[in-house]
């Protein structure tokens, strides 16, 4: 089946509320309440739906309340406070639940001690047999009709973006101690891969440990018979093995830090969105793919296309508002007033719409001013795709440090600390390798940290990280990285680095048109493109020549691992070319990637199909406090157990 | 290549300098020197060695060569060697591929009945068919007959060559060695060779030529340019059906990779139903086996709790009378009476106090504080549970009588306790001997029976089954709307002629019934259940706890929403149904104008409009519309149309002598008397529309 989020969801909610699997009439039941037939059970009566914390995020992101109510679920609980609920034996129960210990611990009381007419239970991921006979124990009243799996352990925020159940990042960093949140996020993507049916071979980066964990412990649960062969036969529609691409966020530090200038990205950069709720001011908006219709259109638009596009929008309205006002209503006769109110309810829905997007726009715009993202944006692009020379970046930066004032005006455009703590990180990622006296990062750290020009002044950990980068995210960098401080190998091809500002255009020739600052038909502040569509294209061009060996820095990047499901199907040449790749960013995805995994199924119109996840999306500011702690762990760590540094390291990276 | 090229190294040791490079056998060759395939006579030129074999081994030799085996290695070169210098001399082509195709014809049409003397042209698309491996092209394989189709491998292009350059291997052994991988292509589409042929692509449909490429789709076979077939999967051959090849999917080791066109692209068989796992049925295993268990384990349990019953009463009553029981000399004494509920339990299954360390249901280590205590039903130890905050009881003094009451007053207990029921149930609870220690688990047991039998009839809240008594009420007659709905909108949008009017009136009017119940049951709803605030907003009624508040919210929100989008549809569908009448309505006009040729001026122009001008908020709207059909449907028999015929002409004429009156009346100015003329006339007027419009398409 195609790599399709939202369908997926929208299949699993039909069985949870419409049709459940105990009737078991295969009507592809027609779309909304008035096309269902009255396929209604003797018994069936109003429903509670009965949730654990884990599994409300998941369902809230794809199925609002009034979907609940037209499907007569007219009661919501959480398990959690299964001991207080009211016994209300009129209403039939249906549970999603994850099954976790407590989630089934809370279950098993809620049967013994039953307060609803009957149960039908969906667990969101495999359950194993110990828990399937301690949950057969307590049914004493054999109230339960059925117990079904589904597979959607995963949070889905756009069609092709996924991440992993929330997880603490931290203790993932750390994650000395993290197997138990290594089997988490194992089994997360698990059920992503049986929701949409690939029993993928894995690839994963050879340099981070993470993921070799991770990797072996999904090939264990694919290969293992704990899931009741569930990954036999899911290929037997497919031509050529799916691939998992699992990749280390490590790897490229840079595309989280940067700022990013399209519409869904923005948002999240500027404002933050947390499980699609933006929070601007008191209002809570809600930003769904799948009930917005606008923001469908626009969430990958750049800021200068969106601008446009809202102004449209805007107009529109404007124009509907005109036809449909009450002044012109009293002139007109009763037909058209029956007309208006019969599209009443959509043009309120209407005009809410474009009132949260304005609301969200004119929010961005402000926070563009107010930090001076536009110059910033500019020098960002300008120190990663490597636009001018070294010299003249150095000394924009000096000027930002220094809270310059630009010619036109008479203020000193003062930057915040956060925004020169990154512009200075990504200047020592860029020239890391250049040498001392070019190198200027060292005086940079002496202006961040004057508090005369810097206030409030830098955190430590932040100094630190500044300090000390190398060591944690350079390592692995260094290995890989074919690219040499001169530009001239970073036309050449095959030169797999960070920093591939020239290929993006020939990819997607976008221009920002409202920019004055630039003449040029490229859009300066989408130079960078993420170090995923290098491996991406790597991957794919290897694939479909496999003799062809130039690519040959991939395959040291990228191990392999066949599950005996696949070979079994396939055999073990693996030089077929790719129809789907389901890729899993340990550390973080960003909006940005998404974006680009969507343009790519655009232009590969079909042939293709990939979707991209991670445990948590980030912003720069989240990404910046992850290095940070990241650091802050590990020198601890160092400081305490010198001996075991090397060791640490290794773990760590 | 190999396999039939060392015949000819052979051949060409003996003869080529040592100089010749031997990794470009074929050019070199013909650069320095040419062999005929036939005889191994070298020549200078092509043109010379095309002489040669015009002169010497025309037509005349053929068995000698057909026939022996021996001959054949260094012939079978021939059909190959020649072709690289057809593209390198084009001039000689067509004197070469005449002389040298007949030389072929001669000599193997018995080994294989193909050409492999492709034009160059074809060559070429060869090349450009590099997509797959799958690389036959069209061109040739038309040719081919279908007996020597499958001699070629489908898999690898290259094989081809090689067949036929080595017939010392039987074609039959080969056919069966290939046809393993190899697709059918008896049903591809034929370039036609008189017209030109277009990508069989809806939205391409470009001239397919040697540049946009001419392409069978493996698939389905029809001709495709390039572009449209730039898509692969796995094939294979339906063997099951033999005489009649039929090409399927094959998504495994066993398909061979093919191009195909984007529709059978698309068309692959997909698996859109996202992964599910019923697992109810083990679940139910299971729960059947455990709960067999149980029931035999509460039988036992129901069984020592009758024999307490028993013996605590017995107990109780022996006593009862004498208050003073502790220096009594009956002979029950507390010992004895632990004896017996011991041996009731069973000595083996009454735990030691030193066997266990923490209670078996809260796993809380017994201390000073947190006493042992036997349950009196299975002898476990466990504790009080008055210490720990997990809200569960462990275990729990009970009086008997509590039990006795009404929950397990039919059990088969003793004579004595059957006797004495009535006193037993009316000991009061804080009596201290009609009493057992009993643990949370058993009394879960004991309860068992009563609970499953009780539970579903019971609810503890009397407003919470108001509120469901209402709200079935509410879904049974949404089931309805439910199931009438889809008819009604198939009906009006199957809605064709007049006919099936009738069925849609009758099905709005039950289905408006049904939306005014549901109305009027909702704001009874509302009135029970909600209270008007200050600010004039509905809230719930404060009486009722806030989780029952938020049931009454959700259900009044739900069926609220559910009549709102109901009633819009309806109307819209309404409209609908209007629009199509209203056409009908005039296309029966036109009809009704064209047929009455007559003075009759064009009439209802009005039923159209009055439609249309109903007030659209009014109640009238939900309600059947005053019935338009008699309009469309002069359901009439022939003696009606005649009498309505007469009585229109009846009409006519006197509207004509009236008219004639009125022209009188005019011209001699009497004034006074035109204005009942009028009258009149009108009326006249009236009644002719009407009956106009009964006659509808009968009348003149």
Known sequence: MTLNLLKTSSVYYNKLFVDPPATGNATGSSAGVTGRQSSVLPGSKAKVLLVDENTTPIISMCYTQSQLLSNDVILVELIEKQATLNPMKHLQCVC????????????IRELKNPHYNSYQIFFNNTINKGQIEKLAESDEFELVQSVVEIFQDYLIINDNLFTTSPLKFQQQLNGVGGNGKLVDVSSSVVSLLLSVKKCPVIKYETNSKELRKLSSEILYAINSNSNNNLFDDVNSKLDTPPILLLLDRKNDPITPLLSPWTYQSM????????KNIVKVGDEQLTLSEQSDSFYKDSMYLNYGDLTDKVQKYVEEYKTQTKQTSTENLQTKNLADLKNFLIKFPEFKKFSSNVSKHLNLVSELDKMINQQHLWELGELQQTIVADLESHSSIKLKIHQILD??????????????????????????LRYENTNKPENETDTFINKLSNPNLTSPPPTLSQLLLLRSFKKYIGISRNRTDSRSTTSSSRNSTDGVGLFNGKKFNQFFNKSLNNNSNSNQPDNIYMQHIPKLYETLTSLIQEQQSPNNHQSQNTTDQLTTLVPEAVTRQFGSATSDSIQDIIIYIQGGVTYEEARLIHEWNNTTKMKLNIIIGGDTILNSSSWLDNLCDLVNAAETNVSQELPNHRGQLRDLL | MSESNTPKRRVLGSNVPSGATPNEEVPSNHE?????????????????????????????DSGVLSSSSSPAPPASGSPVSP????????????????????????????????????????RKTVKLDLLDKNKGFSLSESLTSPSTLNVFNDSDGTKEKDISKSPGKPPTASASRNNVNRLSRSHWQQPSSVSTDYCAD?????????????????????????????????LKNNDTIPKKPEILYEPSKEGTWARVCRSCYEGKPEDNEPLTNDLTSSFKKQRQIHNDQKELHRNKVTKRFIKLVNLHSDYYLSTKTNPDFWFSSSSWTVSRVLDEEKQIVGLENWQHDSQVQACPLCFSNFNFFTRRHHCRVCGRIVCDGSLNDKQIICSMDVPLNLFLNNKLAHLNFSPLVVQNMKELKEIPDDNEKFRIRCCNDCKDDLLHDWKSSNDSNRDVYSSSSEIFKLYDQLFLIKKNIHGLYPKYEKLIHSYQVSGDLDEINKLRIKLMSFLRDFESLIALFKKSFFVLTKQNVLKPSDDLSSDIQKLVNNIHQSTTTYLQETLINIKQLSNVLKEKEKNELKAHQQYVADAAVKNIESNNVGGSEEDSIQSPLSPSSLSPKPLPSQILEPDL???QIRELREELMVMSEQKF????????????????????????????????????????????
């Open chain 2, 657 to 700: 002598i009236i008219q004639g009156l009125i022209e009188k009346v005019t011209k001699s100015r009497k004034f006074d008397e035109l204005a009942p003329l009028e009258e009149n006339k009108t009326e006249l007027d009236r009644n002719i529309q009407d009956l106009e419009r009964k006659l509808g398409e009968f009348g003149f």
């Open chain 2, 32 to 60: 320095n020197v040419l062999l005929c395939p036939i005889c191994s006579e070298s020549m200078v030129s092509l043109s010379q060695l095309n002489r040669h074999i015009d002169d010497i081994h025309s037509g005349s």
């Open chain 2, 202 to 234: 809806q939205t391409c449909h470009r001239v397919l030529n040697i540049k946009n490429g001419k392409v069978n789709c493996r698939k389905c076979g029809l001709l495709y340019c390039n572009e449209h077939t730039y898509y692969k999967a796995r």
């Open chain 2, 83 to 122: 072709t690289p210098p057809l593209q390198k001399a084009p001039m000689n082509r067509e004197f070469l591929n005449g002389s040298v195709s007949r030389w072929l014809k001669n000599n193997f049409e018995n080994v294989v009945e193909t050409s492999p003397l492709t034009s160059p042209q074809k």
């Open chain 2, 637 to 639: 028999t022939k003696r």
């Open chain 1, 267 to 274: 948002i999240h950069e500027l404002i933050g969105i947390q």
């Open chain 1, 403 to 428: 809270n310059y004032t630009p010619p036109q005006q008479q203020q000193p455009q003062v930057t915040s600390t956060l925004n020169k703590v990154k512009l200075v990180l990504l200047y020592a």
């Open chain 1, 96 to 107: 999603y639940l994850k099954p976790s210990a407590e989630s089934i611990q809370y279950l």
